[in-house]
């Protein structure tokens, strides 16, 4: 299965990041891509006050992405979007995934949220806006079985494990929009462990560059392979960048070191 990660600089302008979007969307179609992975909300990233009406999953945000899915004949994780939510103070983060037809095939409702606050830098509180969401969710695309997961989500490995263990992940995915100041040191290096140690494929796409107000994000959106090696990473700019997953090599790998057999907790 080829895989590719669309690499955004989503900003306040949702008509102009959706055209962006698809344009990504298309570039990934045309190098051979099976699935396309885009970064956590895609659609808008930008002051609070201009923040799209939340919506259902199945709203415009998602006929959209169906669209893009069944014209080009592709699977597609949509990122992430501000999903209609349990209350009126508070939404979702949602990613959704589209199989070849359109179809919605997954709902995935990000369960960690960004509270941070780092004097001098940034002050984030995610959970004032946005509504934790509890279940894990695994689905098969193409045979391989792919566990979703949303940005700040990569600090905790406990999810990852329960992914492949019990949801019997190949690939777990990460749509992100992770900071400058934080993802200089750690972004690569939670990927990698998150591969290493689950025997994983690992799929982030990430946003890049500066976003209003006073957000800059890290970029670097690659594809890692169960033996934590980088085998494609975007340079620092908006573009699309593809891999291949190979099944066969990752059993061979979960068999010659079987640390998921092993585990004893």
Request: with cysteine; glycine share 8%.
């Amino acid at each position: 299965m080829r895989v590719a990660v669309c690499q955004l600089n989503t900003r306040d302008n949702r008509a102009t990041n959706l055209v962006t979007a698809g344009e990504l969307l298309k570039q990934a179609a045309a190098a051979g891509a099976d699935l396309a992975v885009l970064p956590e909300y895609v659609d808008y990233l930008g002051p609070a006050a201009g923040v799209p009406k939340p919506e259902p999953v199945d709203g415009e945000f998602a006929a959209f992405f169906a669209t893009a899915a069944r014209t080009l004949g592709m699977w597609v994780l949509a990122g992430s979007f501000h999903e209609a939510g349990p209350d009126a103070e508070r939404t979702y983060n949602t990613s959704l995934v589209f199989d070849r037809d359109g179809e919605l095939a997954a709902t995935y409702r990000k369960i960690h949220l960004y509270d941070v606050e780092i004097p001098g830098r940034v002050s984030y509180q995610e959970s004032k806006t946005v509504a934790p969401g509890t279940e894990p969710v695994v689905v098969e695309i193409d045979g391989a079985r792919v566990g979703l997961s949303i940005c700040y989500d990569l600090r905790f490995p406990e999810l990852y494990r329960r992914l492949a263990v019990e949801g019997r992940a190949e690939v777990l995915v990460v749509p992100a929009a992770f900071m400058m100041h934080t993802g200089r040191d750690h972004w690569e290096v939670l990927l990698r462990a998150r591969a290493i140690e689950n025997q994983c494929y690992v799929v982030a796409a990430g946003q890049i560059g500066d976003h209003d107000p006073g957000r800059t994000c890290f970029g670097r959106s690659m594809v890692i392979d169960p033996w934590g090696t980088v085998l494609a990473q975007a340079p620092d700019t908006t573009g699309v960048v593809v891999a291949d997953i190979d099944l066969d090599r990752l059993a061979t790998i979960r068999q010659e070191l079987p640390s998921l057999a092993n585990r004893r907790l």
